[in-house]
Structure formats: C-alpha cells, structure tokens
C-alpha cells in the first residue's frame, strides 16, 4: 500500500473540524432515509419504491383490464427509470403488494406464485406477471392532468410524481411499516368502509372528537383475520396519541369428535405470522414440554387456513388450552401502532387518527382544485379554437382565399379577422375534410356546453363548499365500490374480550386430591396424601423437627414468606412425596442461606395478608399482589438488618392486636394500617427494648383469641380488652394473664 497521502483536488481547501463534517453527513443520511426510504407519505401512504413501481407500471400502460406484463420487465423499468437500487428488493416490494394476505387492499394484481401465508418466497421475476388493480388505478388517478408535483429522476432524463393524487385513503387501509435511523413507523391496516364513514363525518364536522371518529372507525382490519382483544379504553388512547398496539389474536373454535372427545379448530392466524414456522415452534414447545395440554398439532389448510389443536385429554378445558397457547405461542401476538408518517411529503410527525383523515382530506382538496384549473385552461383553450372555427366558417371563402394566395396567411389572418395567435394556428391546421363538419349548430353546441362546464369550474373553484361537497361525492363512490357487502370490503377482524382465566398448566393437569404439606425446622418440605392430623409419628432427620404443617390441594399455590420479605411460589402438586424426608426448599426457591422461612400457606387470592418486620414496621397488601412467577420470588415487606420479616397474618375484622417480645400488647384500628403493593409500611408498635413478636386481626365483636402452649383456647371480649385499646404507633402495655410466654396468639392461618 502507497505512504503517500491522498492530496484534494484542485481549487480553494476550507478547514473544517472533523465532529462538524461528521455530524452534517449523518444528518443528511437520517433525512434521506427518513425521507426517501423508510417513512410513508400520509398523502398516498406510500413509501418511494412503491410508489415509483406503481408510475412505472402505469407508463407501461398496465392497466386493470388490460394485459398482464412478465415482473421482470416491470422491475427492469422501475430500476432503469426510477429507482436504482438492487432488482430484488424492487421485487420483494412489488410482490408484497401482490399478496392478499399481505396487504389488506392489494395494489398489484399478481399471476403466478407470489408466495403464501406459509411463509414462502415468491417464484423468480422471468416467472410471474402482474398488472394493476382498481385501488392503484384510484390511486393514480388524474396523475397526467397537473394534479401533484413532478421531480426529475436520478439522472435527471425523466420525470417522477412527488406523491399519487391517492383518490382512496391508502396509508390506513393498508397500512405500512418501515424502520429509518432514530425513528420508525408501523400502522395497521383499516376497513375503507369504516374509513369513508369517519372521513365523512370528519368533513361535515371538522372539530370531531377522537371518541365519535373510534366510533366510526373501532380498530384495524387484518387482511388474515383474526380477533382484537384490546379494550377500548387503550384502543381509544393509540389513536388518540397515535402510538399503542393491539393484541391480536387467532380465530378459533371447538368441534366434536365424538365419545366426549374435541379438537380445537384454528381458522385465521394473526398478521404477519407465517403459518408454517408457527406450526414448527408449536411443535418445537411440545417436545419441550412447555405446552402440557396439548396432545398434538396438524395443519388441514387448503385453500383456507385449518389448523387442528388436540387436547392431551378429554378433561382439559378448551378456553384454558387456547389461554396457555396464546401465552406461549404466536396464536397471540401484539400488533404496534406508531402513525409516524410524512406530513406534506417533508416532516416526520406522529399523528392522531384525526390528523391523518384531516391532511388526507387536504391533500383530496388540493388535487381537486388543480385537477379543476388544469381543466378549466383545456376549456378556456378549446373555446378559444371553438370562436376561431365560428368565425371560419362565417368566412369560409374569404380563409380559403388567403391560405391559398398570401405569403404569410397566418399574419393576414390575424390582421383581418382580429384572431389570435391560438385561433389563427387552429384554423391553418385544419384538414380540408374537417370543413364539411364545421357546421355552425355543431360549433355553437359544443361552445355553450364548454361555457357552461367553465362556469360550474368557476363556481367550484370559488365555493369551499362545493369542493367540500364533491370530495363527499368521490369518498361516497369509494364506500359503495369497496363496501362492506362485497368480498375485499367485508371486514375480517373482529373484536372480542379476552377471558378473565388464570392460566396455571400445573393445575389444570392435576387431580384436585387433599394432601398435608409439612415443612421442617430445617427447611425439608413434602407432602403427605390426604388431611392428616396426626403428625406425631412422622419421622425427620436427625437433628430436624416439624416447623409447620399445612392442609391443602394438590391443585393449590403454596406462598412462602421469608425473613428478608420476600415472597416464594410453590405449586402443591410439584411437591416431592410423604415416603422419604421430601427435598430441600431451597432446592426450588433461589433464597440467600443466611435467612429463613417464616410462614407458609394456600394461596387465596381473594385475600388480603397484613405483613410487619420485627422493627414494627408493617402494612396490608392485596394477596394476589404477592404471587411470584420466578424462583426468586417477589420483594414485598422491605427490611434493613437487623431487622427482619416477622409476621404474615391474614386480615379479617376490624381490629389488630400486636405482641412485642417485651410481653407489652397494643390493640387498635385495622383502619389505622396503609394498604400498599410493596414497601416498609407504617409503625404497629413502638418498642424501646426488643422487638415485634406476632399480629392477629380480629373482629371487635368476637374479640381476641389465642392459644396457649397446651393448645387450648383462650379469649378476651371487648370489654375485657379496653386497657389495652389505643392508637396506632402506641407503646402498648403488659399482655394480660394467661397469655403464652412464646408471646404468640398461635397459628393465623
């Protein structure tokens, strides 16, 4: 490699620092590719290549009803002509708007293989055909008659329109996606039923709310199907701010087998999701053993799509099958809404549902008005020619005679019957065989119906109004060609409310059974069939002993509260067996050594569980908030050495009794403790020496009851207890006689 160093070329050298020269170019690379590959157009809704595939097959004259042209010479043209960029992605590009589920509304009407919701590519270029559709021929139409801007091409040897005069609302029917540098943009596609009938409402009511237009217009419609599970509320937020998503979800339903038996009948899969690969995983996590209740998948699609889902049993419920495959599979998936387009053709913004209606509706304005006086300069031109032919013909021998005999007709024309430049070329133009036609009834008929369009033109371009009112015109015809009743109108997605089922696999394939979970001193843990309240000849380690014994099911969730506040999740039918001394909890729970258990018991989430340190410090949380999905379980009661979680009771009643180890006993308000989903609550009771030592919640009616030693049950009523009734936070004062020296009111659950 040369040592020299690569010297400018010739001309003036201006310094510049490197961070500057470096910012400037990544800057016009971000614009360019924001602006001229990745972003939609909110006029057109269509990105360049797109609409450049589209141009360039209109000026190969590939109309709806007309012949079908190889994609070869259509990509070929499209790369020559306007786009310079590798033949394969123009043709990706193209066969993607071929493809019916793909795109809601196809742009291309495609002949061959253009791939398959399978998941399989498109058939070589030399091997498919294509032409336009109806939607693209709207689309384009009026593109010839000075209706949207034109820019030169890449070198500069032809003209390309800036964006399509878009007669159907493209950017929401069918939607687009694209990823540019710092920014991107993924919108769903729509019903153009649903869209005429916003837009409509928009233009008789400018100022219309978001809420009336989501009325008019619920949420996307999927070329494949499928059914929307996203509440309103959220729905109405996405178009409201122009960034959500939607949950989406494959359409399915039971069907019998017979003997009691079912099979789960899949009939539209979510957008996008190739069925082929969605098969594979499918089966992929039933090797895994991630999909427990399903017995087997198989795929019967034809032409529609019928996917078969048999249960491992005949007992699984089918709503539970299909929540645990929406959980694990992509039978659900979450479609992102980010309505991040070009306004104008020049800024990125991401826009409300409103505001794309609203600057598609400008955009429909401005096409008519210049649609309008490019016809009203045709009119104005032709009556020019039309009064110059009358005049002709009233002087047909005197025009003949001057062509024939003056050097220069055009000037003596012009001279003599006042004609203009325009008139006097017209009248030199005309063929000897048109004069027999230049009959002056014909003439004058064509000059008033002239008149009269230039004059309705006229009005038109004067009244917002009437332009208002032919834009309706044109968003009606829409409506009726692509309504509801047609095929390519009717809508396919629907939308449904997911149902409220707690997926738990475990417990769906476990018998309901009665079983005694016993956990020792030294954290062993098992589980013995059936209720059993005779425990005193099971047998331990040596040197363990039973901690806490606990009556529950085999199809329960076991919660485990530890010393550093942390909650644990255990599911009973996992437990080792009553045979042996069961398994070490820390075997299935990432708990540190140097803390310990302090209760365990049956989940009840319709429950609420009032935890404390051994500070004092405690507060009521909902029981369903403290359920972990993770072996390290879930943070709830938080604790600073030394001190440590010390009490998790259930809450009932309306009052509380704490105990410290200092023996003193305070009662008071259950209203007086904070309900919170995690933190270090509020003072029970204060303690100068010692700690707290147990809570129980009781009712005020009931009164206070313990356990002693022994067993027995011991019990204050409400007037028995009033010298130990004050205020939250209080000292307390010395437990009464008769109370347990483990300063304990015995086992709270």
């Known amino acids: 490699m040369s040592e020299k160093p690569i010297l400018p070329g010739p001309g003036p050298i201006e310094g510049i620092e490197l961070k500057t020269a470096l910012e400037e170019r990544y800057l016009a690379y971000a614009l360019s590719t924001i602006m001229h590959r990745a972003l939609p157009d909110v006029r057109d809704g269509l990105k360049p290549v797109h609409r450049r595939i589209l141009y360039a097959m209109l000026q190969l004259r590939l109309n709806p009803n007309g012949e079908y042209r190889k994609s070869a010479k259509i990509v070929g043209d499209t790369m020559g002509d306007y786009h310079p960029h590798g033949d394969q992605a123009i043709y990706d590009a193209m066969a993607r708007l071929a493809q019916d589920f793909a795109v809601r509304y196809p742009l291309i009407d495609g002949q061959g293989n253009f791939g398959n919701i399978d998941g399989d590519n498109p058939a070589a270029q030399r091997y498919t055909e294509a032409r336009l559709t109806d939607i693209a021929a709207d689309l384009l139409e009026g593109i010839d008659e000075d209706t949207v801007d034109f820019i030169p091409n890449y070198d500069g040897t032809k003209q390309q329109p800036v964006v399509l005069p878009a007669a159907f609302p493209n950017l929401l029917a069918n939607g687009s996606a694209g990823i540019a540098v710092g920014m991107a943009t993924n919108i769903p596609p729509h019903n153009v039923d649903e869209l005429c009938a916003g837009l409509l409402h928009l233009i008789k009511h400018p100022n219309a709310t978001i809420e009336k237009l989501v009325e008019l217009i619920p949420g996307p419609d999927f070329p494949t199907g499928g059914v929307i599970v996203e509440p309103r509320e959220a729905i109405l ?9 939607f949950r989406l979800r494959a359409k399915w339903s039971k069907e019998d087998t017979g003997r009691g038996g ?10 996008q999701v190739q069925k082929a690969k969605l098969i594979e995983k499918i089966a992929e996590l039933m090797t895994e053993k991630k999909l427990p209740l399903l017995g087997d998948v198989r795929d019967e699609s034809a032409e529609e799509v019928r996917l ?41 913004n991401v826009l409300s549902l409103r ?23 045709k009119i104005e031109h032709r009556l020019e020619v039309l009064d110059g032919y009358l005049i002709a013909y009233l002087n047909i021998d005197e025009v003949i005679r001057i062509v024939r005999h003056e050097d220069d ?48 033109i006229k009005q038109l371009l004067k ?32 939308f449904a409310d997911a149902p409220d089922v707690e997926v738990d696999l475990d417990a769906a394939l476990a ?40 009556q529950a099911y085999t199809t329960d969730k076991l919660i485990l509260f530890a010393t550093n506040g942390r909650f644990f999740t255990l599911e009973a039918s996992q437990l080792p067996g009553g045979r042996g001394h069961g398994e070490p909890v820390r075997l299935m729970v990432d708990m540190e ?47 600073s050495e030394p001190e440590e979680a010390a009490v998790c009771v259930p809450v009932e009643g309306d009052h509380v009794a704490t105990i410290g180890e200092n023996r003193k006993m305070l009662v008071f308000k259950l209203d007086e403790v904070n309900e919170m989903s995690r933190g270090k609550g509020v003072i029970l009771q204060r303690f100068k020496d010692g700690a707290l030592s147990d809570v129980r919640c009781f009712k005020k009616s009931d009164g206070l009851t313990w356990l002693d030693s022994a067993g027995r049950e011991y019990s204050l009523s409400w007037s028995e207890l009033k010298e130990w009734v004050g205020e939250r936070a209080q000292a307390g004062r010395m437990a009464p006689k008769g109370f347990p020296r483990s300063n304990k009111f015995g086992s709270a659950f």
């Open 511 to 550: 018998e309901k059974e009665p079983i005694t979970v016993l956990l020792s001193e030294k954290g062993w843990i098992r589980a013995l069939k059936g209720h059993q309240d005779d425990l005193a000849k099971i047998d331990f380690k040596q040197g363990d002993a039973l901690k806490t014994a606990l």
């Open 409 to 456: 007709p055009k000037a003596r024309l012009m001279a003599k019957f006042k004609l203009s430049d325009v008139q006097a070329d017209a009248i030199l133009n005309l063929r000897l065989r048109s004069l027999s036609k230049l009959e002056e009834i014909e003439i004058k008929a064509e000059h008033d119906k002239l008149s009269k369009e230039r004059r309705e």
């Open 463 to 494: 009244s917002d109004e009437l332009q208002w009112e032919r834009v309706s015109d044109e968003i009606k015809q829409t409506r009726e060609r692509y309504s509801k009743k047609t095929a390519l109108g009717r809508r396919r997605t629907t």
């Open 308 to 348: 078969i889902l048999e249960p491992k049993s005949r007992t699984v419920d089918p709503v539970l099958l299909m929540e645990s495959m929406f959980r694990s599979t992509e039978l659900e998936v979450r479609f992102g809404l980010n309505m991040n387009v070009l306004s104008g053709g020049q800024i990125p």
């Open 262 to 271: 079912y099979q789960i009948v899949i009939t539209e899969i979510p957008y």
């Open 237 to 245: 937020e996405a178009y409201k701010t122009g960034r959500g998503g």
């Open 593 to 639: 050594e140097n803390h310990d258990f302090v209760e365990i018991f049956a989940h009840d989430p319709s429950r609420k569980l009032l935890v404390a340190s051994s500070g004092g410090y405690g507060f009521i949380v909902p029981e369903e908030e403290v359920v972990a999905s993770t072996r390290k379980g879930k943070q709830i009661l938080n604790v």
């Open 355 to 377: 505001e794309v209606l609203s600057q598609w509706l400008e955009h429909r304005i401005e096409v008519l008005v210049r649609r309008s006086q490019h016809r009203l300069k």
